[in-house]
T-cell receptor, first 112, second 114 residues
């Protein structure tokens, strides 16, 4: 158990819908990272927040957005969902930008 | 963007050392080299990271070439539990350290034979 929690574990939704994935970092960690893992693309970094501010951005689509709240939990919002958005979404947390990251168990999103 | 290149797969025998290579010829001076592994049906797990000097921890050792264009993750005695996909990652800091980009390699699938 890494100490990072993600909800929900599984999510099934239809194309065109919007979903919110939630992540609670380990106690004391200020950074939250979001990743997408699909079969054909492998593990892709999406975005990082550090103490409430966006710090790094990867290949995140404009239909996706994220935020980190004052209690440091983070939400990843995915809208206008397409079949290709079906993937595992991981959240990770860490104490520093270059520090080790601890990954949550992931949310499996299925878009039908 | 700095990228990494790893072999697609490697095999090892249990109890023997394993050397997992990673090439990152376009690495910049402030990029950290991180290694993570992902066991089947689990999230990635931190293994080790370094900047210029070789690093050791309880899980593995990281050997970084003098020119920093390549690195090697060393598992001293492979166990069946070490069978996983190993990712070599560059943490690319932007100017002023305020922005950056995490770039994953394709990963090396390590198989460990009993």
């Amino acid at each position: 158990d890494s100490g990072v929690t993600q909800t929900p574990k599984h999510l099934i939704t239809a194309t065109g819908q919007r979903v919110t994935l939630r992540c609670s970092p380990r106690s004391g960690d200020l950074s939250v990272y979001w990743y997408q893992q699909s079969l054909d693309q492998g593990l892709q970094f999406l975005i990082q927040y550090y103490n409430g501010e966006e710090r790094a951005k990867g290949n995140i689509l404009e239909r996706f957005s994220a935020q980190q709240f004052p209690d440091l939990h983070s939400e990843l919002n995915l809208s206008s969902l397409e079949l290709g958005d079906s993937a595992l979404y991981f959240c990770a947390s860490g104490r520093d930008r270059a520090d080790e990251q601890y990954f949550g168990p992931g949310t499996r999103l299925t878009v039908t | 963007d700095a990228k990494t290149t790893q072999p697609n797969s490697m095999e090892s025998n249990e109890e023997e050392p394993v050397h997992l290579p990673c090439n990152h010829s376009t690495i910049s001076g402030t990029d950290y080299i991180h290694w993570y592994r992902q066991l089947p049906s689990q999230g990635p797990e931190y293994v080790i990271h370094g900047l210029t000097s070789n690093v050791n921890n309880r899980m593995a050792s990281l050997a970084i070439a003098e020119d920093r264009k390549s690195s090697t993750l060393i598992l001293h005695r492979a166990t069946l539990r070490d069978a996983a996909v190993y990712y070599c990652i560059l943490w690319e800091r932007g100017y002023g350290g305020s922005q950056g980009n995490l770039i994953f390699g394709k990963g090396t699938k390590l198989s460990v034979k009993p």
